[in-house]
């Protein structure tokens, strides 16, 4: 019988591994890194969010400031938000969309 006669060369795999894994780490920083923003009300409303998903920042143009409509204002702000971080979440599903498949499904911590 020959040395690693049809098995896998675990050298190998080992190192794919820690590819991987290098590879993840530096979109996962990048990510990190990365900002997308996501308005509301033709630009009244304007969120900024981080590709991991965090709110950055929130600017309201004073027009859209009603003491006696504050729900508009909420619903902008909410809408705002959800546009910004869809953008992160595809931004995120670009960035990582090929390093989950090649895990063979094995489930990554953080995703």
Known sequence: MQPGGGMPDMQ?????AQKMQEQLMSAQEELANAETSGSAGGGLVTAVVSGTGELKSLAIDPKVVDPEDVETLADLVIAAVRDASSK???LASEAMGPLAGGMGGLGLPGM
């Open 88 to 90: 992160a979440n595809k």
């Open 12 to 16: 190998q795999i080992l190192q794919q």
